[in-house]
């Protein structure tokens, strides 16, 4: 899906301090066939809701400047798909990160195995992949648990694991938010 541009983005210092600004521009793939109980593998497609969804949400983004944001996405099939709508319509260039994977049952992603993972370990996997990306302009495709997750810890907040926490995260619904580091 090509590589993105550097998104490094200089904020401006408080109290002669440097910043880093984080923005993240954050979409939950669109609706899957998984979703609707009509595949069983961990990697599935879109559904024909899920791909209209996915071009409501990239046509939405479409008149939005997007200039000095890099694309990230998640190596399922599903964010894939999602993806290259938001690109065709933005022009914003994505490549796969498997830290914003998907979070559950062993998943076999083209030629790559990912096992079942226990949730601290996605908390640590995606709190490195935050201060690896730490002031840069990131639209990213993910799913519902590593979104969750990646609010809650872009804000510094202890991430809450109990429960179906992932269920506020919709198919498509952008989170866009901006974070600062002294």
């Not at 933005?90 to 498997?98: C, I, K, Y």
């Not at 994977?101 to 083209?110: I, K």
């Not at 709190?127 to 840069?136: C, M, N, T, V, Y």
Request: net charge negative; hydrophobic share 40%.
């Amino acid at each position: 899906m090509g590589e993105g541009l550097s998104s490094r983005h200089p904020s401006p210092p408080i109290d002669g301090h440097p910043i880093d600004a984080t923005e993240l521009l954050m979409i939950r793939h669109g609706q899957s066939e998984a979703n609707v109980g009509i595949a069983c593998a961990p990697d599935c497609s879109l559904t024909e809701l899920g791909l209209e969804q996915a071009r409501g949400v990239a046509g939405r983004l479409r008149p939005l400047d997007l200039r000095g944001f890099s694309g990230v996405v998640s190596p399922y099939c599903r964010a894939v798909q999602t993806a290259r709508e938001i690109s065709a319509a933005t022009g914003v260039a994505f490549s796969e990160d498997e830290a914003v994977r998907e979070w559950g049952a062993t998943a076999v992603v083209g030629s790559r195995t990912f096992e079942k993972e226990p949730i601290e370990d996605v908390v640590v996997r995606l709190k490195a992949f935050l201060e690896a990306r730490r002031g840069q302009r990131l639209v990213i495709v993910s799913h519902a648990a590593p979104i969750a997750l990646l609010t809650q810890l872009a804000w510094d907040e202890t991430p809450t694991i109990e429960g179906q926490f992932w269920v506020g995260v919709g198919n498509c619904c952008p989170r866009w938010l901006k974070t600062t580091a002294v």
